[in-house]
């Protein structure tokens, strides 16, 4: 029977070529998109599941919140007293616990220095908690020695070569201190799918004597940036534990000046290790994570193509359907009843879905590489490794096969053989609308994929191209020492001897960072000091930051070398903190006594807002103040006419004001660039998808307009000889399809507007979307559209008449 059903379908492909390419090239590509896109899904969905722990696992945020009860800051780390007291206060819920702090100390063997990003101190539990492969040495030994170190297969590999890893050593230099640590074991590289690649493990115990020794490191609850995990006890209920955390906070930090528990303005969060990818975006983050969010997007993506697929299948077995009528009404003489013609349908549809599965294939193995590079993933469709791979292809192809088949099964076996074999066959007017119907789908996905390419392209030009409220392009970004803050003017002065340096700079932060220090203030309101229960970020910055970043004065001054007390009692806010602390305007806030941590001084001068974060985030209240020490950023604002120059000569003072540091400059509009990388790729990927959905519509158009003016030919050649006009061929032949094309596009208008607002809301600043954008939108569409129709209905008005009318 199979036999059978393969002839008929190599007869009906040699007699109708075109028809045949169109299913199996459509069928094809939107099969080869939605391999690709489930295998990143895939991806996505297994971050950490490789812990054999995994579900045991979580880790703990930290949130402020203000007055009104609104976060203020919820960061993915926490105080480094957290972890050791969470577990000897609940014993019974948690196992282990461990701490990790990430820094990027100057890594240096024999002639190699590298700055490494990924260098993480821990607490030996860690091998408890994660599944580590430690692939030589006593891993928990050696991060409970002072020096120990252990490193990953690619550090090994990077520092030592060929030779053996173990017992080597390595000079770190961080903090303006130098040091040697042992190498003491070597891991296997984490995999792809964590939320975090530690390069280097290191004891914790240098990290403890940098905070004054045990004593003062259990006692700061200020230093929130360790990451900490917890390892539950099994059946240990994560919410109803979380639920407790307040009273450890409340029992080991009290209360604050005003009398109120600490657990009303501070709150510790339970993250499960496998949310942690996809659902904690929060204000600090060991690495980027991805969303949840665009998961669905590229999930939504694709569905939609596979479907545009399926139409068309669907829509051209259907429109063919009275060149089949003789063939299913002789069947039914001859005895075949509804479900043998049936099968035999359906049979063809899996025939050609396999096929086009096959090319699929192809597609995906060529295409594979460069998704993969795109999305910075390590993707594969590897069978033996994953034989669940395998099981997912040959699911896909069924649930193709049946979408794209059931319809065109049940309407060609419907025929009546009576009716057929006198000639008297037309398909019903109920058929006719479903398979408009289809194409009105077809196209409305289409133009709400044009619809979304559209506004993200808009909004990342709006971010691009936006005012940020100071001068970010060409100021290079270099690390800072205390060496450098140190002797400052000396730097300032023989660097901007060069004419290509217009201003240097030092800062604790740089814009594009994150806004996280906040050390609690006090301001003078209405003649009282008032303790604020406000949120102000603070920035550490030298005497010309504002020069050097271009960013206005509102009222008062900015901050003057030549007074000293500025170094020490000297405050400048933004517009926003001046609102916040509600003072009337920025003018009454000059020198007006305003205390910051441990510091008292006055408000000297208020600066315009500028959006010193993303525009992801809105803007806040900030201070600045003269540091004292923690400058580790130094901006140099260069000339951008001799860029090149200034550049190389920066790379030889560099060697002479951080001698064995690697020259690694960053540009600040840079930075900027790359917080919008995910939407970059979204942009990609809608662009490139929309194309091929349209190409895939377009296809379909294709071969119902081809059908449909072979099935009028004669008709076309009668009308021709009547007197018919070119104009009026056109207009027959097109008018239906293109009043399709204009019914989807209304359907589209409200569902991508809809879906693109929501998009925007996660902007804290974006742009509204106009009427234009649906517009141009349709006219896209539109006009393949009409080219498509026109180019066929053009075909058959130039034909000979007299060839048309014998044509039948």
Not at 344 to 350: H, L, N, T
Not at 703 to 728: D, H, P, S
């Amino acid at each position: 029977m199979l036999k059978n059903y393969f002839k008929i379908l190599l007869r009906n492909t040699r007699k109708n070529p075109l028809y045949m390419f169109i299913n199996v090239f459509g069928l094809a590509v939107g099969m080869a998109v939605s391999i690709l896109i489930f295998l990143f899904v895939q991806h996505e969905l297994s971050y950490d599941k490789w812990n054999t722990k995994a579900d045991r696992i979580v880790r703990v945020s930290r949130a402020w919140f203000n007055p009104d009860g609104e976060v203020s800051l919820h960061l993915g780390h926490t105080a480094p007293p957290f972890a050791p007291l969470i577990q000897s206060d609940f014993p019974e819920e948690v196992e282990a616990v461990t701490r990790m702090l990430e820094s990027d100390p100057l890594v240096m063997h024999e002639d190699k220095k590298f700055i490494e990003d990924h260098f993480t101190f821990a607490d030996p539990e860690i091998f408890d908690i994660f599944s580590i492969n430690v692939l030589e040495g006593d891993a928990k030994k050696a991060l409970q020695q002072g020096n120990g170190v252990l490193v990953s297969e690619s550090m090994a590999k990077k520092y030592f070569g060929d030779e053996s890893a173990m017992g080597q050593e390595l000079r770190l230099g961080l903090g303006g201190a130098e040091f040697t640590a042992l190498v003491s074991g070597v891991f296997e590289d984490f995999p792809d799918n964590s939320h975090f690649h530690p390069t280097f493990l290191a004891s914790m115990q240098p990290v403890i004597m940098f905070f004054g020794g045990q004593e003062a490191f259990m006692s700061n609850f200020g230093g929130n940036s360790f990451s900490t995990y917890l390892l539950l006890n099994e059946g240990v209920d994560r919410q109803a534990f979380e639920d407790k955390l307040p009273t450890l906070i409340d029992r080991h930090m009290g209360e604050t000046r005003s009398g109120t528990p600490m657990s009303e303005g501070t709150k510790l969060y339970l993250w499960p290790l496998e949310d942690i990818h996809l659902y904690s975006n929060l204000d600090t983050e060991i690495e980027a994570n991805g969303d949840i969010a665009y998961v669905y997007i590229y999930l939504a993506v694709a569905l939609f193509i596979l479907l545009i697929a399926c139409i068309n299948f669907m829509n051209l077995s259907t429109a063919r359907s009275s060149l089949r009528s003789m063939e299913v009404g002789l069947r039914k003489v001859m005895g075949a009843d509804k479900s043998n013609l049936i099968r035999q349908f359906m049979g063809e549809s899996f025939m050609l879905t396999t096929i086009s599965m096959l090319l699929a294939l192809i597609l995906v193995y060529f295409f594979l590489p460069i998704f993969s590079d795109f999305t910075e993933k390590q993707l594969s469709l590897n069978f033996f490794q994953h034989p669940e791979f395998l099981l997912g292809i040959i699911g896909l192809i069924v649930l193709v096969g049946l979408i794209s088949g059931s319809y065109p099964a049940l309407f060609l076996s419907g025929f009546q053989p009576g009716k057929v074999l006198k000639g008297a066959f037309k398909a019903g007017k109920g058929h006719e609308r479903f398979r408009s119907v289809l194409v009105v789908g077809q196209f409305a996905v289409s133009v709400v994929l044009i619809v979304a390419v559209l506004v993200v392209v808009n909004q990342l030009d709006f971010m691009q191209s936006k005012d940020l409220g100071f001068e970010k392009e060409d100021i290079v970004l270099l690390p800072a020492s205390p060496q450098i803050e140190q002797n400052l003017l000396l730097v300032q002065d023989r660097l901007e001897n060069h004419p290509g340096i217009k201003s240097v700079t030092i800062s604790s932060r740089a814009p594009s960072g994150r806004l996280l220090d906040n050390q609690g203030a006090s301001a003078e309101l209405d003649g009282e000091i008032t303790q604020l229960e406000i949120r102000i970020a603070d920035i550490d910055v030298g005497h010309n930051f504002l020069k050097t970043y271009g960013i206005p004065l509102v009222a008062g001054r900015d901050f003057d070398v030549l007074r000293a007390s500025d170094s020490t009692e000297a405050f400048i806010l933004n517009e926003t903190a001046v609102r916040e602390i509600g003072w009337e305007s920025a003018e009454e806030a000059i020198g007006k006594q305003f205390y910051y941590g441990s510091k008292r001084g006055f408000i000297t001068g208020v600066m315009k807002d500028f959006h010193f974060e993303s525009l992801h985030q809105p803007i806040v209240p900030i201070v600045f103040e003269i540091g004292q020490n923690g400058n580790n950023l130094m901006s140099i604002k260069i000339d951008a006419s001799q860029r090149e120059e200034t550049l190389a000569y920066l790379k030889e003072e560099w060697a002479t004001l951080r001698p064995n540091f690697p020259f690694e400059p960053r540009f600040v509009d840079q930075g900027f660039n790359e917080q919008y990388a995910a939407e970059q790729r979204v942009k990609t990927i809608f662009t490139f998808f929309s194309g091929l959905a349209v190409l895939i519509s377009i296809l379909g158009l294709l071969g119902l307009v081809t059908f449909a003016t072979a099935q009028r030919t004669r008709e076309i050649g009668i009308r021709k000889v009547m007197g018919a006009e070119t104009g009026n061929i056109l207009l027959l032949l097109g008018k239906d399809f293109l009043k399709l094309v204009g019914i989807g596009f209304l359907i589209a208008i409200p569902v991508s507007w809809f879906g693109m607002n929501s998009w925007l809301e996660d902007f804290a600043f974006h742009i509204g979307i106009s009427w234009t954008v649906f517009l141009f939108a349709g006219l896209i569409a539109g006009l393949i559209a009409g080219i498509t129709v026109m180019s066929q209905s053009l075909k058959a008005a130039w034909a000979d008449p007299v060839k048309s009318i014998k044509s039948e």
